[in-house]
């Protein structure tokens, strides 16, 4: 297709995941694969990148005016969607997966392919494990929960003791960033950090690698482009897990 | 067959590049890292983003919108203001020109001042079609183009003035930009655009209309270069939907002395090294020979 204008979709139907993540069932189905990503167009407030959960639903978390804006849309509305963009995660070999959070949501498609041998599933509190239930069924789920409520008491990362994490071809990690860092140094330490697939999260405005906002330092990948996901071994030495960029440019710390 | 230039260093308005190939303002220019990245990929010289007055977060989106034979961009402007100096750090002494902008010719000298010799030169957007108070709301009227460029030129740097498509001629905006001590004319930002998504009712672009860039406007920006070759005395750069050598050289013979690429960079950051490889060559003809030849 020459035109990419956005295409416009109808919301079909909106499920309440968690106390703060919603899934937004879509009208149309979008040809894709796990951790690639679309720009939803709220119409009258912005355009923000979204992974896909599954080929016709985004997953997502209330963080700012346009998630706010999407929380506030009905059954039947209209938003707008241009992509899917992106790389994606690779789903060959032996997988384990690392979510923290709303991270989950590019996750669940990639163990849904059936490639994902043991998920590491993180979240605030019990409530907030998203997509417990249904991964469950699909694959071996080891929770942890920053309170102590469900699981192991503490961040994902304390889950590593119970995986031998050398005996996996991929390790496809999405989460905060702070958490996805310590999952690359854990990696680092093994000398695998080539085996960890990191889903990046850059200011973006135009997801089609050309503005330039989403760049990371010092390489210039375009996170939109030629991410989001990258190897952990393009990431040692990076800005990742240290700063990023602000719709301005300006740098901030994580 | 296309004729071969000889390879070597440029100078044009006064900035030394490495061939005559640059990457245009807007695209990949926000960080110093995606700058020296398009460098390593054999750009002869680099313009960044558009820095101003005052930190800018840019338009709302979506900021982008891709058509046939091109891309509808409103982005708006967004910059760090004077905090950009920390991308200019790992840049020191390569072919960089800073593109700036302000709303008033102190405005311009201002933002100027702060990266005084921290670049090879200076370019004046006096272009972009959708900052309400910057850009071609300045570069429409050769009066003030003449006041703003003498603002920064009167610094003593190589200054550029990158010129609006949308007037009725836009020769008068190359002699203001010349009478106010350019040094270079580049031409052109993007044409005035605007989408309507049919189900949605409403334009696709957050500010509405943008600025068309890509294949679709080479022709527009042929013909300004044509013209502004024939109106000034001082050298012209190309800019507009260039993703060919051919097109490199069709803009030379129209009178460019340098060629910026932009939109085409999204599909093929590499796309500088793989026209350098096909319009030079060390027994070409002197690149002057064939600069402004379809005049005669």
């Known amino acids: 297709m020459s035109d990419g204008i956005p295409v416009a979709v109808e919301i079909e139907s909106i499920i309440e995941e968690t106390p703060s993540v919603r899934t937004f069932l879509l009208s149309r189905e979008f040809e894709f694969r796990a951790g690639q990503f679309v720009m939803v167009w709220v119409p009258g407030v912005d355009e923000i990148p979204m992974a896909l959960s599954s080929s016709s639903s985004i997953t997502v978390q209330q963080v700012g005016d346009a998630t706010a804006a999407l929380f506030r849309k009905s059954e039947g509305e209209l938003l707008g969607i241009r992509g899917p963009f992106g790389n994606g995660f690779p789903a060959e070999g032996r997988i384990l997966a690392v979510a923290g959070g709303v991270g989950a949501a590019p996750l669940r498609p990639l163990v849904v392919t059936g490639t994902v041998t043991c998920l590491l599933l993180g979240a605030r509190t019990r409530k907030e494990l998203l997509f417990a239930g249904e991964l469950s069924g699909m694959t071996r789920v080891l929770p942890a929960t920053d309170d102590g409520s469900f699981g192991h008491h503490g961040p994902v990362t304390g889950l590593f003791s119970e995986v031998d994490v050398g005996s996996y071809d991929r390790i496809c990690v999405c989460g905060p960033e702070k958490m996805m860092y310590a999952v690359l140094s854990l990696l680092d330490k093994e000398g695998i950090a080539e085996r960890g697939y990191f889903s990046l999260h850059r200011y973006m405005k135009c997801g089609i690698g050309l503005c330039g906002s989403c760049c990371i330092d010092p390489a210039g990948f375009r996170v939109c482009r030629d991410g989001p996901v990258f190897s952990g071994d393009l990431l040692l030495a990076s800005e990742f897990g240290r700063y990023c960029r602000d719709a301005s440019g300006r740098r901030m710390a994580i | ?296």
């Not at chain 2, 006041?147 to 190589?158: G, I, N, Q, W």
């Not at chain 2, 009478?179 to 409403?202: C, D, H, Q, Y």
């Not at chain 2, 000034?232 to 097109?247: E, K």
């Open chain 2, 1 to 296: 067959m296309l004729e071969r230039l000889k390879s070597g260093t440029v100078n044009v308005g006064g900035v030394d590049l490495s061939n005559h190939l640059l990457l245009a303002a807007g695209v990949l220019g926000t960080t110093g890292s995606s700058l020296r990245r398009i460098l390593e990929q054999g750009a002869g010289g680099v313009v960044t983003k558009s820095i101003g007055p005052v930190t800018c977060y840019g338009h709302p989106g979506p900021c982008i919108a891709e058509v046939e034979g091109g891309v509808i961009n409103a982005m708006g402007l967004p910059n760090p203001s004077r905090a950009f100096a920390d991308e200019l750090a790992p840049l020191s002494g390569k072919p960089v020109i800073i593109s700036i902008f302000g709303g008033d010719p102190g405005e311009f000298r201002e933002v100027a001042g702060w990266f005084a010799g921290m670049a090879a030169g200076f370019e004046l957007n006096l272009s972009c079609p959708h900052a309400t108070g910057y850009g071609a709301a300045l570069g429409s009227d050769p009066r003030i183009i003449e006041e703003c460029t003498r603002a920064v030129a009167d610094l003593s740097f190589p200054t550029w003035v990158k010129l609006t498509p949308n007037v009725t001629d836009i020769a008068a905006c190359g002699r203001a930009a010349e009478r106010g001590g350019a040094t270079a004319i580049v031409a052109i930002n993007t044409v005035k655009a605007m989408r309507i998504s049919p189900e949605l009712k409403r334009p696709v672009l957050g500010h509405g209309y943008g600025g068309l860039s890509g294949k679709a406007i080479f022709p527009i920006a042929v013909r300004c270069v044509y013209e502004l070759y024939e109106a000034c005395t001082i050298p012209v750069i190309g800019c507009g939907g260039v993703s060919t050598g051919s097109d490199v050289i069709e803009m030379m013979m129209a009178g460019a002395s340098a060629v910026e690429i932009g939109t085409a960079v999204r599909d093929n950051p590499a796309i500088f090294r793989e026209i350098a490889s096909r319009i030079y060559s060390p027994d070409g003809v002197e690149p002057d020979s064939i600069i402004g030849c379809a005049h005669e």
